[in-house]
């Protein structure tokens, strides 16, 4: 099975705080770098989890740029779209004593990607994946909009993660939901901050929530979580989920994200 994401591929430098934060002054903390991006999450996933995985975006051959293309390719996904000299994304994640993150993104030219930057072959696949920061702005939002019709063309499916609560308060929850249905794809992942900001699931659409520790909705099939040992890092376990569910349904969905959470970063 071969599935294409669409969205991001960053440099994520992840603060993982060992005490709670002091304004003006010092918190002791780990810190590590890694790759990010949401788009890129869930490709190195799909790679993981036995699937093909092609990603598709606009990235830089700067440090950060290179620095981040060195764990997709390792695992094994194919690295798609145009290449710039400058201007790679970095994400850095703010992890607190109980697993939970914030993230504050620098998505580069990420956002620059055109539809005329695609080439059809890119999305000749069985399952195409799209990050909801795609919907945000143009062109990136016109070049989503174009790969979306490129799959549908060559019989994929098309899955969408709305991404963050925040976003689609920014943008307005009226409006991403229109642009949601624009894009029509069959699959919406969603946990329950977006799915209220969003005013509720969108029609004709397979809905996937996802409850972190309480579980996750499968359409209505509702599954506990895994049992893990510690939870390290919250970040990208959605996108394991999401991998999971695309290649082999709840059962490895559920199984990818703890594993994701048992461990610092969002990559496998």
């Given at each position: ?139 990136l939002r016109a070049a989503a909009t174009r790969a979306v019709a490129l799959a549908r063309g060559a019989g994929a499916r098309v ?104 461990r610092a970063g969002s990559m496998p």
């Amino acid at each position: 099975m071969l599935v294409v994401s669409l969205g991001d591929l960053v440099l994520d430098v992840i603060v993982r705080l060992r005490q709670p934060l002091a304004a003006g002054a010092d918190a002791s903390s780990e810190i590590t770098l890694t790759t990010g991006g949401q788009g890129a999450n869930v490709a190195a996933w799909v790679a993981s989890l036995g699937g093909r995985a092609r990603w598709i975006g606009k990235r830089a051959a700067d440090a950060q740029g290179h620095a981040a293309a060195l764990r997709p390719v390792e695992l094994g996904v194919e690295l798609v779209g145009p290449v710039v000299e400058r201007g790679g994304g970095v994400i850095v994640s703010l992890v607190d004593l109980d697993g939970g993150r914030t993230m504050c993104p620098d998505r580069g030219v990420a956002v620059e990607l055109r539809p005329d930057e695609l080439e059809p072959a890119w999305l000749e696949c069985d399952h195409l994946h799209v990050s909801g920061y795609t919907l945000l702005a143009d062109p990136l939002r016109a070049a989503a909009t174009r790969a979306v019709a490129l799959a549908r063309g060559a019989g994929a499916r098309v899955s969408l993660d709305l991404s963050s609560w925040s976003s689609i308060r920014d943008t307005g929850p009226e409006r991403f939901r229109r642009l949601v249905r624009a894009l029509g794809p069959d699959i919406v992942f969603a946990n329950e901050a977006e799915e209220e900001t969003m005013g509720g699931p969108v029609p004709d659409t397979v809905w996937i929530l996802k409850r972190g520790a309480a579980g996750c909705s499968f359409a209505g099939d509702e599954r506990a979580a895994r049992p893990v040992e510690q939870v390290v890092d919250t970040t990208g376990a959605g996108d394991a989920l999401a991998a999971g569910w695309i290649l082999g349904g709840p059962e490895l969905a559920l199984e990818a994200a703890a594993r994701c959470v048992e461990r610092a970063g969002s990559m496998p």
